[in-house]
């Protein structure tokens, strides 16, 4: 049997982690900040589910929540701004646990957060998102989700096969 793994792709394997000791440019700091967040959201995974220490859950969702500001902070100084107008600019995007101003600043700057699979935190659900190729509605983008049943990991559209190295 051919092993196949989910298309989505772990936030570090799309923007990989600097060396040790690297400080990088904000050109290449900021996308992978923002698919460090991503990749750090909570929605798709099982974080709430009966069986998940609770510890874990507010753990994870304080990541979450900081690794969103980090990445905010990180755009602010890449358009310039500091200082308190920064600080300002990064709470602003931050209310009610919609990281709205985050996946409005991926798009500008490259990153397909579609693309991306959240972290581990939890069981894998027992259900998940398939989405629609982008089209253009109200003059945004926008995608129809439909609510499939099994695990992504299990489900062939979402699955690719890993070829084998030598």
Request: aromatic share 8%; hydrophobic share 30%; with cysteine.
């Amino acid at each position: 049997m051919t092993e196949r793994r989910t298309k989505r792709r772990y936030a570090h394997e799309l923007y990989p982690h600097a060396d040790e000791g690297d400080i990088r440019p904000l050109d290449v700091e900021v996308p992978y900040r923002i698919a460090r967040a991503v990749g750090f959201d909570v929605q798709g995974t099982g974080w709430l589910e009966d069986d998940v220490d609770p510890k874990l859950s507010v753990d994870r969702s304080m990541q979450m929540i900081n690794e969103s500001k980090l990445a905010l902070l990180a755009i602010a100084l890449h358009k310039g701004m500091t200082g308190d107008a920064a600080w300002g600019w990064v709470e602003s995007g931050m209310g009610d646990g919609e990281f709205w101003r985050l996946h409005e600043e991926a798009a500008k700057y490259g990153v397909d957060t579609y693309a991306i699979k959240p972290y581990p935190c939890g069981p894998e659900r027992d259900q998940h998102d398939h989405l629609s190729e982008p089209h253009f509605r109200y003059g945004m983008e926008s995608r129809t989700v439909t609510r499939v049943q099994g695990k992504e990991s299990e489900c062939e559209e979402c699955t690719e096969a890993v070829e084998e190295t030598r």
